[in-house]
């Protein structure tokens, strides 16, 4: 199964899940499976006007999407986990000052690169779905206490047996959770990009102005 599709099938168990959870009543906000329901049903609700204007103004359609994204998804550190040892604290702190501030440059451009590929991704694959019947399961009591959690989806299509995705999801500085990698069956996404990243290093002698290029011309205009 190509990325491409793995990423179809993302969009699709992402952004389509409608099913309700409780909360904990310590929790001080909302907790993983909220934020998994709360965007799903915005983004639905974009996907359901997009029919109209989609076609004519698709930009349109991705700003919107971003619009509800963007606050869920953390693009950032995403990027940085697929950067890599080279965005590692060692190697950062093996750099001059000079390197640093490059370094700090290159993973928000990298960090715009990978937020604008995802999300066109997301949605092209979440306009081709048809209909599917998703589950969620609900919290655990000990997920107000923690900073990770993996949030386990089951999406039936004409399959027989339903794909199974794993959001894994990991609070902020501020307590926020934010949804920082998946895995699709047992394909891990953050690692299949990261893979892509070390391979063009190596390719580019780790010019990683070059390797930002390359992968904008790849990942967005594909």
């Not at 081709?128 to 969620?136: C, K, L």
């Not at 959001?167 to 069956?185: H, S, T």
């Amino acid at each position: 199964m190509s990325v491409v599709k793995h990423i179809g099938i993302l969009a699709a168990g992402w952004l389509l899940s409608v099913s309700a959870f409780g909360q904990p009543e310590e929790a001080p906000g909302p907790n993983a499976h909220d934020i998994v329901r709360d965007a799903s049903e915005q983004v639905m609700q974009v996907v359901e006007a997009a029919h109209d204007y989609v076609d004519d103004d698709p930009q349109r359609y991705y700003d919107a999407v971003h619009e509800v994204l963007d606050p869920v998804i953390d693009f950032r550190g995403f990027a940085r986990s697929v950067m890599g040892p080279y965005a590692s604290r060692e190697y950062y702190q093996s750099l001059d000052e000079a390197g640093r501030v490059e370094l700090r440059a290159q993973l928000e451009r990298f960090t715009s690169v990978m937020r604008v590929g995802l999300v066109r991704t997301y949605g092209k694959g979440l306009l081709a779905f048809s209909g599917s019947r998703i589950e969620v399961g609900g919290p655990t009591a000990e997920e107000a206490a923690m900073s990770r959690v993996a949030v386990r989806q089951l999406i039936y299509s004409d399959e027989v047996q339903p794909y199974v995705l794993t959001y894994q999801m990991g609070k902020n500085k501020a307590g926020e959770w934010k949804l920082r990698n998946v895995i699709i069956e047992t394909v891990n996404l953050g690692e299949i990009y990261r893979n892509q990243f070390q391979a063009a290093a190596r390719e580019h002698d780790g010019d990683l102005n070059a390797v930002i290029d390359s992968w904008s011309s790849v990942e967005i205009e594909s």
